[in-house]
């Protein structure tokens, strides 16, 4: 008999947490509890990626309607029903949720749907009260968003927690930020026919992207019709009697919204957690401190996904949530290779990402840049100005593909595809040993000829 409650205790039932619960218990045999204060499958299934892309197909019909138009469809563009989607929306997230309960409950886990702190090395405490031990404890509380101090207060302000819970869609809209959550959240709100102002303090949005990327994005975004404000800050916010928002900014403007949304970054869900109370280690934005095998400072305590501020996406936390149970269960030490992790941005069109950008091979060494931008066939018969980048960063060296950068329909997907490429070392000539398929707009990855520069 065990001298704990438990093998291994999960505080957190996202992708990282159910991950790692469900096969320290099946594939390992682990006796498992996790524990879930809000609902089952976390921020992307919950209140991020999953109803995101549901909004971003919602709003990009809209477009595809206006596009059948011009293509010669006889087409009406009506209003977008938020409430019949919201409805949708809804019945959606509560089978997905289900089906994350379902599954870590048939791994033989025991879900505990309330609040858990940590209250020493070996211990957790539930928020009805119980002690509960276990051998060892996984940390997968996530992120949560970050709202700046004078505003955080003000009744009715949204972050990406609220926007999906809209009751109706407001006729305007100001989106706080320039990471791709806001430009997601921009680019769905327009699409559904919200008037969108972004609202950015810094340079260029997408800070950390290919700087074409960037701003193949921000031209897109302007094209859509969002109103793109760069070098521009809120200094100050009020609620009007009327429900809406009168927001001051740095150029002296003070405007009215119908609604505010602060996508202004997310911060490691650490506060309150105990973790103190167990000599765990944190950074200064209160990120858990792990090394490679996702273990902390305290030798029985471990931590995954976005609350270790790694790289903050779903199948990252996923991959070290199996890594750490492979690791602590299955006998095999198992870390996670985080470069070259490919990502992308739903946006209209989307981009889609992987490897170095050209700034950070540059400083590596030699370069070439292989890029074309155009208007691709389906925009270009429509007298639409959409137009698509692709972009190879290779060495000079060794003719490695060391990033690549696409803005294009589809580029998400695209970029999935790509990126089996550069992981496994794919070098320019190989690219341009394959054959093109024609007609495509992809096929430009292939048929990139002459460096555009040198570095
Ligand atoms: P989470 O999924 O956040 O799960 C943590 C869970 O812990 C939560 O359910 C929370 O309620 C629970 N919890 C916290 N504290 C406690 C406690 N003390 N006791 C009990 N339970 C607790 N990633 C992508 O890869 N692609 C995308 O397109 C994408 N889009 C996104 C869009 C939005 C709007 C947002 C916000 C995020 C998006 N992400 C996307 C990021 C992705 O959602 C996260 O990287 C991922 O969910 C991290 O998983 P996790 O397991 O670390 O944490």
Redesign the pocket.
């Known amino acids: 008999m065990s001298a704990f409650d438990y093998d291994l205790f999960v ?7 159910v991950r790692a619960a469900r096969i320290a218990a099946s594939e390992h045999g682990a006796k498992v509890a996790m ?5 089952m499958g ?3 299934v919950i ?3 999953v109803p ?2 549901l909004m971003v197909f919602a709003a990009g019909h809209g477009a595809a309607i206006d596009d059948a138009a011009a293509y010669g469809w006889q087409v009406e563009k009506g209003r977008f029903d938020w409430t019949a989607f919201r409805k949708r929306l809804d019945a959606e997230l509560n089978r997905l949720e289900s089906i994350y309960t379902r599954n870590a409950e048939t791994a033989g886990v025991t879900i505990l749907h309330q ?3 940590v209250t020493g090395s070996h211990t957790v405490r539930l928020a009805d009260g119980r002690e509960i031990s276990a051998k060892h404890i996984l940390i ?4 949560t968003p970050f709202v700046p101090e004078p505003y955080a207060g003000i009744e009715g302000v949204m972050t ?1 927690n609220e926007v999906f819970l809209m009751d109706a869609l407001p006729a305007s809209m100001l989106v706080l930020g320039g990471g791709f ?1 806001a430009c997601e959240m921009a680019g769905i709100m327009q699409g559904l026919g919200v008037q969108v102002t972004q609202m950015y303090r810094g340079e260029q949005i997408l800070r950390g992207f290919d700087s074409d990327l960037q701003e193949h994005v921000a031209a897109a975004l302007v094209q859509q019709g969002i109103a793109l404000e760069t070098h521009t800050d809120l200094t100050a916010l009020e609620r009007g009697a009327d429900g809406g928002y009168m927001a001051t900014d740095t150029q002296g403007r003070r405007r009215r919204f119908d609604a505010v949304l602060f996508a202004t970054g ?1 911060v490691p ?1 650490t506060r309150g ?1 105990g973790l103190e109370s167990a000599g765990v280690a944190m950074d200064k934005a209160g990120a858990v401190t792990v090394d490679a095998y996702s273990q902390t400072n305290v030798p029985s305590i471990f931590a ?4 270790t501020n790694r790289i ?4 990252v ?1 996923i991959r070290e949530g199996h890594a750490f149970a492979d690791t602590v269960f299955g006998g095999t030490p198992v870390s996670v290779d985080h470069s070259d992790v490919a ?1 992308a941005v ?1 946006t209209r069109p989307e981009a889609g990402t992987v490897g170095l950008t050209e700034a950070e091979a540059a400083a590596r060494g030699p370069i070439e840049v292989y890029m074309a931008s155009f208007r691709p066939m389906q925009s270009a018969f429509i007298g639409a100005d959409t137009k698509a980048l692709f972009k190879l960063v290779v060495c000079a060296v060794t003719r490695r593909v060391l990033g690549l950068h696409i803005v294009a329909p589809g580029a998400g997907e695209l970029i999935q595809i790509a990126a089996v490429a550069v992981k496994m070392g794919a070098t320019k000539d190989d690219f341009d040993r394959t054959v093109a398929v024609h007609p495509t707009m992809s096929e430009e990855l292939v048929l990139l000829r002459k460096p555009t520069r040198t570095t």
């Open positions: 505080i957190g039932g996202g992708s990282g947490g524990a879930e204060e809000f609902r976390g921020t992307c209140r991020g990626c995101k892309k609040r858990a702190t997968a509380t996530g992120g990406s959550i997310r869900n957690l995954v996904g976005d609350v903050q996406l779903t199948p936390a990502s739903f």
